[in-house]
């Protein structure tokens, strides 16, 4: 029976995102059981350290243990088999290690898990070997959507190449063994995948298609090419087109597709809301709550019950200033003048005294990481209870808090600082139009409707001028964004895409959330105590040659040497500020940048210029936040908060964190896709966004949308791409496509299933 061949002639592109930070405030402590004031200082990063303890009478924390017997450690294991050197039987080797029957069960355990994760294999003959010694190289592939894919190495190495006959045999996601074979036609090293160390896609989303009476699923993530047969009596009552999620039943192979069953039907691809409940599947966040947190929440009053032991800031006129559509409020701040300089509270929710270490809530909360927020709908890390109750810093009702109590003088710099449990008292839910309107206009609308907080404004706007100048001093990057909001009609599609712009309250509340995360991450590295840090790397290498030779080109120059400071950026900023290609250079210079993650190596944040940076700020919507309150609230209460995988929940952080972001990009991506199959035909004015080999990525003016002009329609010529140069230059014409270029485009198709949208370039200027 003949089936339809994997869609190998689709092809896709990847757009980069620039991150977002938030930080807030504290309040001065008046209780007498609090902790003295900590002087700022220089932050230290934690020592860490890994064990390398191998077998001995001692038993090693960690250890996998069966009864009283310990099981060797990996690293003993190892050390037996390259002592041996050759491939060691099960008979051998539980000779060497002296493997008892109490000991089996655990060994077993631990033998699987170092062949799952490639540090050892088995051979034709299922004796056991060191893959170190075997050349193999292990890692995770990441699939194209034309056919072929990559092996993204566990060594940091360089990318190998796998052709369509090997990434036949595995689907995107996979941690596979490979040998590295030469180079492909391009030059590019490639490799032969040896075996499949593990199946990660358990089931897919997509849509049933049919051909020749054949039932199959082509999946909505790009990255999976080939299709899922689904067998006779496999495919429920689905109607072909519609929206399914399918469970594998058998995996790829090198002359076989994949198979699965229909396990759930969606709907209709166009439906209302579709897009998320597709993303949710494809990037397979969590979105349901497990029974064990649904009856964990159930038990939570609707009012805090008690405060002892509490500094009471019910006085103190907190107040939270957020967006129009927000529901979770993290944080209320309050300012008043101190001498000459002010102090600032900063009061964040204190989630950590309901969502325990290692319960029901927890689990879930790690699990899924951060809250997602796509257009329309959340997908909250914790229960509507404590994320819109309990923990929401709500107006007029009592809410235990956790507050930064800072003393801040008149040149920005954090002078003193404490933390301590509270409860308190939100005395209004501003939002940041009505506070940018009290600052513009005394005499306004907003002033008269809170005019009893209006000094309490006045004193925080003051503070964030003195904040905003000790920014400029030590050189933070500032990046002009444009940002944008979309307005949806009665049916839940797009009506119009609008700039969402960012005012005086916005700044204001961002340099006070950034002051608090400060003295978070300064108390934890002064106490030596671990933690997740935000850490933002500098450029690499690569990339600084690369951008100091695109700023030669325009007469500028990064100073800095081989280390450059975020404040070498900012001069360059500020100086083709009011140039006419001014968003060109701060483009590439912005891509010249690391990723921000989270990691317990306190390495600093380059973009904020800050020696120590942590997120405390947002508890309700950030793990990572949460992490540091119990770290903080452990040292206050003269305790440790004890944990051994500071490395793993970095990394896992990280991953929620990117996963969210790609799931909300996929949605926004179609959502606009969508909003344009009726704008087909139409001429826009527009920016060129991105240059790739392939052609131009263009983003238009007034609706914010993003689509290509294939390298094709460029003209009769052949075009070369310059990525140092960030152009397509035509050979015989000179013809040029640079980054920041204006051009003049047609809507020419709208791919719905792709999430594509290609023009072709009109004759003129963009105006």
């Not at 089936?3 to 620039?18: D, E, G, I």
Request: charged share 30%.
């Amino acid at each position: 029976m003949k089936t339809r061949k994997s869609r190998s002639q689709r092809k896709s592109a990847a757009r980069p995102q620039q991150e977002k930070s938030s930080a807030r405030p504290a309040v001065k402590q008046e209780n007498s059981a609090a902790r003295p004031a900590v002087k700022m200082r220089g932050a230290r990063a934690p020592q860490m350290g890994r064990s390398g303890a191998i077998r001995t009478s001692v038993p090693v924390p960690g250890e996998l243990r069966d009864g009283e017997e310990q099981i060797p450690t990996r690293e003993l294991i190892l050390q037996t088999l390259n002592a041996k050197g050759v491939p060691v039987s099960d008979a051998e080797l539980d000779e060497l290690l002296a493997i008892g029957k109490r000991e089996r069960v655990g060994f077993d355990r631990r033998l699987s898990a170092m062949q799952r994760d490639g540090q050892i294999m088995r051979n034709r003959r299922n004796a056991i070997c060191v893959v170190a010694k075997l050349d193999l190289i292990t890692g995770k592939v990441m699939g194209h959507p034309d056919g072929f894919g990559f092996l993204i190495r566990d060594d940091a190495g360089p990318d190998l190449f796998l052709g369509p006959h090997e990434i036949q045999k595995v689907l995107h996601g996979d941690r596979v063994m490979v040998r590295e074979i030469g180079l492909d036609r391009r030059g590019r090293p490639e490799a032969k995948i040896v075996e499949v160390i593990e199946r990660v896609n358990r089931q897919i989303v997509g849509r049933l298609h049919q051909e020749h009476g054949v039932l199959f699923v082509v999946a909505e993530n790009r990255r999976i090419s080939q299709d899922f047969l689904i067998p006779p009596g496999e495919g429920l009552d689905v109607k072909p087109g519609q929206v399914v999620v399918a469970e594998i039943i058998e995996q790829p192979a090198v002359r076989t597709q994949p198979i699965a069953r229909i396990k759930e039907v969606l709907g209709n691809y166009a439906d209302p809301g579709m897009e998320i409940e597709i993303a949710l599947r494809k990037h397979t966040l969590p979105f349901e709550f497990p029974p064990a947190v649904v009856k964990a929440s159930a038990k939570f009053e609707r009012t805090v019950a008690e405060s002892a032991g509490r500094v009471d800031l019910r006085e103190l006129p907190l107040v939270t200033i957020d967006g129009e559509t927000a529901k979770d409020f993290d944080d209320a701040v309050y300012c008043e003048p101190r001498g000459k300089g002010f102090r600032l509270v900063v009061a964040i929710a204190d989630v950590s005294h309901y969502v325990r270490h290692g319960d029901a809530l927890d689990s879930e909360a790690y699990e899924r990481g951060n809250s997602v927020y796509f257009p329309r709908r959340v997908i909250p890390m914790l229960p509507e209870v404590l994320s819109n109750g309990l923990c929401s810093l709500n107006p007029e009702v009592d809410r235990l808090c956790m507050a930064c109590d800072m003393t801040i003088d008149a040149h920005g710099q954090v002078s003193d600082y404490r933390f301590y449990p509270a409860v308190m008292w939100s005395h209004a839910r501003l939002t940041y139009t009505a506070v940018a309107g009290m600052l513009e206009n005394p005499k306004g609308v907003e002033v008269q409707r809170h005019r009893a907080l209006l000094p309490h404004i006045a004193n925080l706007h003051r503070l964030y001028q003195a904040l905003l100048r000790a920014r400029s001093k030590r050189g933070a990057i500032d990046f002009d964004s444009t940002e944008t909001q979309m307005i949806f009609d009665a049916h839940g599609k797009i009506e119009r895409i609008v700039p969402v712009k960012r005012n005086e309250a916005h700044r204001l509340i961002e340099e006070c959330m950034l002051a608090a995360n400060v003295c978070a991450s300064d108390f934890l590295a002064k106490h030596e105590h671990p933690t997740l840090y935000r850490i933002h790397e500098g450029p690499t290498a690569e990339r600084l040659a690369a951008l100091r030779e695109f700023l030669k080109g325009f007469g500028l120059s990064l100073g800095g040497g081989e280390t450059p400071h975020a404040s070498d950026y900012a001069k360059v900023l500020e100086r083709c500020k009011e140039r006419p290609d001014a968003q060109l250079l701060q483009t590439v210079m912005l891509r010249s940048l690391r990723q921000a993650v989270y990691s317990p190596e306190n390495v600093g944040h380059f973009g904020l210029a800050y020696e120590a940076y942590a997120h405390f700020t947002s508890p309700i919507r950030r793990y990572p936040d949460l992490l540091v309150h119990r770290a903080i609230k452990a040292l206050v209460e003269g305790k440790r908060y004890e944990r051994r995988d500071w490395v793993e929940l970095g990394v896992h952080c990280s991953y929620t964190e990117r996963r969210a972001d790609e799931a909300t990009r996929d949605v926004e991506s179609w959502l606009k896709c969508y909003y344009m199959r009726d704008r087909v035909g139409d001429t826009f004015n527009g920016t060129i966004s991105s240059v790739v080999g392939f052609g131009i990525f263009v983003t238009l003016d007034d609706v914010y949308v993003e689509g290509l002009v294939h390298i094709s329609d460029l003209g009769s010529d052949y075009f070369h791409f310059d990525a140092a140069k960030h152009l397509l230059l035509g050979e015989r014409t000179a013809v040029r496509y640079r980054l920041g270029d204006r051009v003049v485009v047609r809507v020419v198709r709208v791919d719905l299933e792709a999430s594509k949208i290609d023009f072709v370039l009109e004759t003129g200027a963009a105006r």
